[in-house]
């Protein structure tokens, strides 16, 4: 008889800030628009410009916050910077365990009641 082990099938992994890192990036819709856009393949901050219809410094914000956080590489050629999906597959899964969640929970999450919540340390205490 050994004495294996057992992890629990459905482990969390101990949150830290580099998962508060990969999810701030991954919470704003232009940068999952980016993302989108580079699963074809490379893009020149001009290609995505022109894809997305946004402001050059726009694109290169966004796009220096994916590399930043390791979702995005940079590949230079000539005058040209190439971006790309750091690591595709990984991405695909991450993505792909978010919608079944989504879909999973059977409501559609929203942070509208915290935005429209009043801020509890800006209350004066009469």
Not at 18 to 33: D, K, Q, V
Not at 104 to 116: E, F, K, M, N, Y
Request: with cysteine; charged share 20%.
């Amino acid at each position: 008889m050994t004495t294996e082990k057992v992890m629990p099938e459905a482990a969390v992994a101990r949150p830290g800030p580099e998962m508060a890192t990969l999810f701030h990036a991954l919470s704003e819709p232009t940068r999952l628009e980016i993302l989108t856009h580079l699963e074809s393949g490379e893009h020149r901050v001009r290609d995505l410009v022109e894809h997305l219809g946004l402001a050059q410094s726009t694109v290169s914000k966004h796009l220096a916050c994916l590399r930043d956080c390791g979702l995005v590489g940079v590949r230079p050629e000539g005058r040209s910077s190439w971006f790309f999906l750091a690591a595709p597959a990984l991405l695909a899964d991450l993505l792909g365990a978010t919608d079944a969640f989504v879909r999973g929970t059977g409501i559609g999450p929203s942070l509208r009641t915290h935005h429209d919540a009043p801020d509890p340390t800006l209350e004066r205490s009469a």
